[in-house]
């Protein structure tokens, strides 16, 4: 480990979401609706989030694939949607206040929201809490 | 496995850590936003040893350096420090330095990371039989860069220093150099100490926690590359490998106040063509908001594309996406406003001066802070 900021700890790992490889949480709110963002491991790697480009209402997204950009001082990141669906709603309040993904990454500083087009089939393709604090460790240990 | 600098051990353990040409350096220590900031408003201390360090020794070494660089070495006097290029026969610019005039037969240089090598062997195939010695000091000696409106309170003792000029001083019994130089476009100091080697780091770690503590003390803060690339090009400063490289000459950079073409030197004649105009040229550009220009994104007039950015990034004073780009003359002269292609989509970008900051309220020629 060489630094204080690799330790564990310091990465908020609510238990009811699910997670991908890439850094997005979803939050199964119901059958119809699913709530996505980044992992505060993400928002840290990023730091100084400054801009989110947000998905259309409307516009259908795969599982795995880009959905929308994240951009921080120094980089450009895509946001990889963890479910296959159409887009609901979107949070507008990042457009004035992008370091909320910063802040507060799992409540205020959510992405969008889809309607899942393959919920129970793709769930199976994401970690639950314990698995994805196994595969930062697994990270951060490397 | 990359190479660490001799102050490495000082901040491993607060940095977030980046490899770039080949070192291990900080990116940031609290954030890249926060440090800029930190610079502008206060004062920042950066670990810069990764710089390339040549020593320059020897009765021709006058002559010599005004046959590889763009500027008159000669003109100017002891105790200066003088920013120009060293180029190729072509005009293309092989790295842009600072040359420390410490007499008629002594110099240090002071250039890129990446280009150091190249700088060297290039500088032994254009020694041919002058009396002049190249000697890398990188290994054996320090950078460090206190940078800010603050920084003049933590190097008081330096405060008389000019701009671009230097003084040489100790730092217990050890060489000092204290140049009133930087890469942030604000008013501060570059420290090179002799002798801290990777096996003998000491004096170094030592210099740097005591600045670091008056840093903090005056407001400011450890900064890394993050803030010292989003600096420099708030400032307009051109980077090289990026904004400036062998395939662009000084004039097409804008640069032309930085080559003598009164004087001999490599890429003369190419310069010389080049004064009589250019067909792109390097200029900066302000998008609109919501947009962040990255390198090698294209620009667009009229759905041609003219060019293309180098550099790019957010900026944390302006609060918009900032960039330094290669555009054609032709389209220069027709518009000022530009569209710059991001993922698919278009952006427009205008035309602004360098410094992108207001000169005024911030960098070297701000007006007293208020």
């Known amino acids: ?142 | 496995m990359p190479r660490q600098t001799q102050l490495y051990p000082a901040y491993k353990d607060r940095a977030k850590l980046t490899e770039f040409a080949g070192y291990l350096m900080p990116l940031y220590f609290k954030g890249i936003m926060e440090e800029t900031l930190a610079v502008r408003n206060a004062v920042g201390i950066f670990d810069v040893s990764h710089m390339g360090r040549l020593k320059i020794d020897g009765k021709d070494s006058s002559k010599f350096l005004n046959r590889l660089l763009t500027i008159n070495i000669e003109k100017g006097e002891q105790g200066r420090a003088m920013y120009g290029f060293m180029c190729n026969e072509y005009g293309g610019i092989i790295d842009d330095l600072i040359a420390y005039k410490l007499s008629d037969e002594s110099y240090i240089l002071v250039v890129n990371c990446a280009n150091r090598e190249k700088d060297l062997s290039w500088m032994k195939s254009n020694l041919r039989d002058m009396n002049v010695k190249v000697h890398d000091i990188t290994d054996t000696s320090i950078l460090l860069a206190v940078q800010g409106p603050k920084s003049v309170s933590i190097l008081n003792d330096f405060s008389y220093l000019k701009r671009f000029r230097f003084a040489l001083s100790k730092y217990e019994n050890d060489d000092l150099m204290v140049a009133r130089t930087g890469y942030t476009g604000e008013d501060g100091f570059e420290l090179m100490l002799q002798g801290a080697t990777h096996q003998n780091p000491e004096k170094g770690l030592k210099l740097y926690s005591e600045l670091l503590e008056r840093v903090n003390a005056n407001g400011g803060s450890e900064a890394g590359l993050g803030a010292r690339d989003t600096l420099r090009l708030e400032a307009g400063l051109p980077l090289h490998g990026q904004d400036i490289s062998e395939d662009i000459t000084p004039i097409e950079a804008g640069m032309a106040k930085f080559i003598d073409t009164s004087k001999e030197y490599i890429g003369r004649e190419a310069h010389m063509a080049h004064l009589n105009g250019v067909k792109r040229r390097l200029v900066g550009l302000v998008a609109e908001s919501n947009c962040i220009p990255r390198t090698h994104y294209k620009v667009l007039l009229n759905d041609d594309e003219v060019g293309i950015v180098t550099s790019g990034t957010f900026s944390p004073i302006l609060k918009r996406g900032i960039a330094m780009a290669i555009i054609q003359i032709d389209a220069l002269n027709h518009s000022n406003i530009f569209e710059i292609e991001v993922r698919g989509k278009r952006c427009k970008a205008e035309i602004h001066q360098f410094p992108f900051y207001d000169a005024e309220t911030y960098g070297f020629r701000r007006k007293q802070l208020g």
Not at chain 1, 56 to 77: N, P
């Open chain 1, 1 to 142: 480990m060489d630094s204080g900021e690799s330790s564990l700890a310091n990465y908020d790992v609510p238990d009811d979401l699910l997670y991908t490889k890439e850094h997005e949480w979803a939050k199964i709110i119901s059958e119809r609706e699913v709530r996505i963002g980044i992992t505060s491991y993400a928002a840290k790697q990023l730091h100084d989030v400054v801009f989110v480009e947000l998905p259309q209402l409307g516009l259908e997204v795969s599982q795995g694939k880009s959905a929308c950009i994240v951009e921080s001082v120094k980089s450009t990141s895509d946001v990889m949607s963890p479910f296959s669906g159409k887009i609901t709603k979107v949070n507008d309040e990042l457009s004035l206040h992008p370091e909320l993904v910063n802040k507060d990454p799992y409540e205020r500083g959510w992405f969008f929201v889809l309607e899942p087009a393959n919920l129970e089939k793709e769930k199976g393709n994401l970690m639950n809490a314990s698995e994805y604090k196994k595969y930062l460790k697994s990270l951060t240990d490397a």
